[in-house]
């Protein structure tokens, strides 16, 4: 449950073009214990899950939905395409972000994909 709770989390971040420092600084941690949340390295509080549903505009139920049932399409290609970006080199990053201008048509594309 940890470990899903802690994909949720870095889901709804990155849908909302949150960096991990970005959540850390609006929930009063360190960036650092973002990532262990998310890794589920560190199991993440009642009372700080409340605080981080509140800045990733999610209610509770956001993150214990159905632990059983595999990440949607779209959440899982998101994630895997922010992945491959983090691989790339800093001239590469440059072409990426003139092609795709905005987080919207960065989902239509991973749309498009998905079919």
Known sequence: MDAYVGRKIRTRRIQLGMSQDDLAKAIGVTYPQVYKYEKAINRV???RLFEIARVLTVPLSYFYDSPTNPMPK??????????????????????????VMDRDTAFRLVDMQLG
């Open 74 to 99: 779209r959440d899982g290609a998101i994630l895997e395409l922010t992945d491959n970006v983090r691989r790339l080199q800093p001239a590469d990053i440059v072409k990426v972000k003139n092609a």
């Open 45 to 47: 509080s009642a009372g």
